[in-house]
């Protein structure tokens, strides 16, 4: 017989038993508290034999309870119940499964009285050989009392580790699941991508053979170069990732050089970091240039053709900083986190991955942070990835 595996579980059927696990906790809950109760009546019960003993014991068993047979067979069979017998003075007469530390110090056999007081109200004995003398019995709940007490509370602690277990593994098998999938498309893109390039390169070539405007044919050169770019990143998803050492201002700068004659007229586009000092990280150059790209296309998004497009980078002694920032339409800080969440978007189009694979290249590939530094509805972005410095 074959059981279904975690992942063909449908979220009704995962609902149904874990109501099912909280209906049989409660019943084992209250069940068990309904045993508790008719044992701490027994023991109850037993204490009011012992008292009713103890008032009837003769004049010279006093001072020695267990002299007295029936007083004798109640203790011996009966001894599983914490107890301390006083005098009227509450001096120590006779104990059973009280520390000898405790009955030695004042202070804490004191405290152990206010104990065994707060766990059961204490007995008075009335000495029928006597007048106007009485003994006082202080006892508590027995061991298998307390555990009865606690035992519904293990009960509920294994049940919601064992429901936080089975959520993680059904997430865990999820998100495998999808991992799977993005990764055989992507290559599978790749693998696609590759045919209609080789042959644009060929004609790319013809073109130039029939002396049309050289620019042009650059510039159609240039988009296949960066076409052949984002095939080698989809082709290294799923893969082992080397990182090499490299100028993080000369990576970040191609991506901007390729925009600055793609992005709109009306949008400003400027960076700092070649005319800066060079600072050098640990990086994959083709997924790095992806996060810059895909980030710098957000912003351009965001614009919607006309405004700045900042790109910075600085720098410290431990990290290297790039910051893009853009004067678009902003986000709400509530969504700063959701928007690095797969799926999420606020485009008509588009199936929300960019910035979750941007997180992933930067933080689990690159060993970085990506966050949303700053932004404000109807002024603008600011995203910042914070790498390791090195030098060399």
């Known amino acids: 017989m074959r059981f279904p595996s975690l992942k063909n579980v449908s979220f009704r059927s995962r609902i149904v038993v874990i109501v099912i696990g909280v209906v049989l906790a409660s019943v084992s809950l209250a069940y068990t508290y309904k045993l508790a109760g008719i044992l701490r009546q027994k023991e109850q019960n037993d204490v009011n034999l012992w008292v009713a003993a103890m008032e009837r014991v003769s004049r010279e068993a006093f001072g020695n309870y267990l002299v007295d047979p029936l007083i004798s067979h109640i ?104 991992n799977r999938v993005w990764i055989g498309l992507a290559k599978e893109t790749a693998h696609q991508l590759g045919t209609p390039i080789s042959s644009l390169m ?24 960066h076409l052949t770019k984002i095939v080698d990143r989809f082709s290294k998803i799923g893969s082992e990732t080397d990182l090499t050492p490299h100028s993080v201002n000369e990576v970040v700068g191609e991506t901007v050089m390729y925009f600055r004659k793609r992005v709109p007229r009306n949008v400003t586009l400027s960076y700092n970091g070649l005319a800066m000092a060079p600072v050098k990280a640990n990086l994959n150059v083709a997924l790095f240039e992806w996060v810059v790209e895909n980030l710098m296309k957000n912003a351009l998004d965001a614009m919607q053709g006309k405004g700045e497009l900042d790109v910075a980078l600085s720098s ?16 709400p800080k509530s969504n700063w986190k959701r928007i690095f969440e797969p799926g999420y978007t606020t485009k008509t189009r588009g199936w929300g991955l960019g910035l979750s694979l941007a997180r992933r290249i930067v933080e689990d590939y690159h060993h970085g942070r990506i966050v949303v530094a700053r932004s404000e509805v109807g002024r603008g972005t600011t995203f910042r990835i914070t790498l390791k410095r090195i030098f060399e």
């Open 75 to 178: 203790v011996s069979t009966h001894n599983n119940i914490p107890f301390i017998i006083t005098d009227e003075n509450l001096s120590l007469i006779m104990s059973n499964r009280i520390d000898e530390d405790v009955l030695a110090d004042p202070e804490r056999y004191r405290r152990k009285l206010d104990e065994l007081t707060e766990e059961n109200t204490p007995r008075t004995v009335r000495l029928m050989w006597t007048t106007g003398r009485s003994h006082i019995i202080f006892y508590g709940h027995s061991d298998l009392l307390r555990a009865l007490y606690y035992f519904p509370y293990v009960q509920w602690l294994i049940i919601l580790i064992f429901l936080i277990f089975t959520y993680i593994a059904l997430q865990s098998t999820k998100q495998d699941e999808q």
């Open 202 to 225: 060929g004609w790319t070539e013809y073109l130039r053979a029939m002396e049309v405007d050289p620019t042009a044919v650059d510039e159609m050169n240039k988009d296949l170069a």
């Open 316 to 331: 410290s002694e431990k990290s290297v900083i790039i910051e893009v920032s853009d004067t678009g339409k902003g986000i």
